[in-house]
């Protein structure tokens, strides 16, 4: 068996104290016995101290969108224009992912996370003070980069957890992202009706900068030591791919159900807009609302994780999110019924997704930012193809078959987490 799947679940390892990873010669335990406290680990609510920096970071790559209209009369442009933002949003993200993630395995984690925080507060203050579309969209290209600190929040939490606790940790991370997800648009749309557009930056750039503080202060101070410089860092994540083969399967397991994820959403969205059902923007947004249960279910996420390995927890919720979008095959026409198939779906997909950052960690949690640099690009972009289709599909095969394609590429996703078993004593 080789070491590539001795490593693939997170709980199944064997255990690495927080000080082994950063090199600490400090003792473990005191001479009465008592543990002491490890100056490189999270101190006592640091998990969900990162779960919020997370959620406020990632919140600004969509806050914005609610106020599209507006801002585009209020900058004189036509709304095609100032659509490209949530693009120019994701495509900074993506790139941060790309180039900054890897940081965490250079970087103290105070002092990395604060400066990006504070990089997105500057950038959010120059998107405030935009005064034509240029202007605006590099300013979303540097917002959604500097956004990505959500993921180094992930990466640090799984490098610096308590022996048995990463995978709640992780979780815990992701919940933190989930909420900034599904909040932002909310946060974002009814601050720009109260405040205005501009002043809704403003107020978001105050969120980040009072996280720089906290993350200065409460993150942990030790610097790692990677081995490699960052060029030769950035040189190595290609070959990441061949070194683990978990990866491998990590990447395509995530890339498909996150397929089915974009496939769901954006062709839910397509379908209530249209003949019989209907439904404005408000209406469709509401359904949104059932990934509350996702969010819900992510800190129980963390502890089956760590208790039966991330491979276990990862097929359990994408069977739980087949089994939603089973319901959601059905049709659009009861909407309590649509809500729960929602529900399940979202609740399955963010589940899988946590546990299986989590088991990306823990191949190398020395490694974890490049790790989960080479993971979260080739999720974004397999997962974008989901978006591509949605639309041709919807068109082509309508809700039901859309749905039931969504159904058999959760399916395959399922059985593609399911190889690389662990072999038993």
């Known amino acids: 068996m080789s070491a590539d799947l001795r490593r693939e679940d997170a709980s199944h390892p064997v255990p690495r104290h927080p000080a082994d990873l950063a090199g600490d010669d400090t003792p473990r335990v005191a001479a009465t016995g008592t543990p002491t406290p490890l100056p490189d680990g999270l101190a006592r609510g640091g998990a969900p101290l990162l779960a919020g920096i997370a959620g406020a970071a990632i919140a600004n790559n969509y806050a914005l969108q609610p106020a599209l209209a507006t801002v585009a009369a209020d900058l004189g442009v036509p709304l095609a224009v100032i659509g490209l933002v949530p693009t120019a ?71 610096h957890a308590p022996d048995g606790r990463r995978g709640r940790s992780v979780a815990t991370v992701a919940a933190g992202m989930s909420a900034g997800i599904l909040l932002s648009r909310l946060a974002g749309g009814t601050l720009a009706d109260l405040l205005g557009w501009r002043p809704m930056l403003l107020v978001f750039a105050g969120l980040a900068l009072a996280c720089a503080a906290a993350a200065a202060v409460r993150l942990p101070r030790r610097r790692p030591r990677p081995g490699r410089g960052y060029g030769a860092t950035l040189a190595s994540l290609p070959p990441l791919l061949r070194e683990h083969p978990a990866l491998r399967r990590a990447v395509a397991a995530g890339g498909l159900w996150y397929i089915a994820f974009n496939l769901v959403w954006v062709t839910l969205a397509l379908a209530l807009a249209q003949p019989p059902h209907d439904l404005g923007p408000t209406s469709i947004g509401l359904y949104s609302l059932a990934g509350m249960l996702g969010f819900a279910v992510l800190p129980y996420t963390g502890r089956l994780t760590d208790r039966y390995g991330p491979r276990t927890v990862i097929i359990a919720a994408l069977l739980t999110a087949a089994a939603g979008t089973a319901v959601l095959a059905t049709g659009l026409d ?80 399922a059985a593609v987490a399911r190889t690389g078993r662990v072999a038993t004593k």
Do not use: K, M
């Not at 779906?345 to 899988?352: L, R, S, Y």
């Not at 809700?399 to 039931?404: I, Q």
């Open 89 to 159: 949003a994701l495509v900074g993200c993506t790139t941060g992912f790309a180039l900054l993630l890897p940081l965490t395995d250079h970087l103290a984690p105070n002092r990395l996370v604060a400066a990006q925080l504070t990089a997105l507060a500057a950038a959010l203050c120059l998107a405030a003070a935009a005064s034509g579309p240029v202007v605006l969209l590099a300013a979303y290209l540097l917002i959604g980069a500097a956004a990505g600190v959500a993921a180094q929040a992930g990466s640090i939490a799984g490098r």
């Open 334 to 413: 009861a909407p309590l019924v649509t809500a729960c198939g929602l529900a399940l779906f979202d609740a399955g997909c963010f589940a899988a997704q946590a546990a299986n950052q989590s088991r990306v960690i823990a191949l190398d949690p020395e490694r974890s930012g490049s790790l989960s640099s080479v993971y979260l690009v080739l999720y974004f972009t397999i997962g974008a193809l989901g978006t591509a289709l949605a639309a041709p599909l919807l068109n082509l095969i309508g809700w039901r078959g859309t749905a039931a394609t969504a159904l058999g590429v959760l399916l395959l996703a």
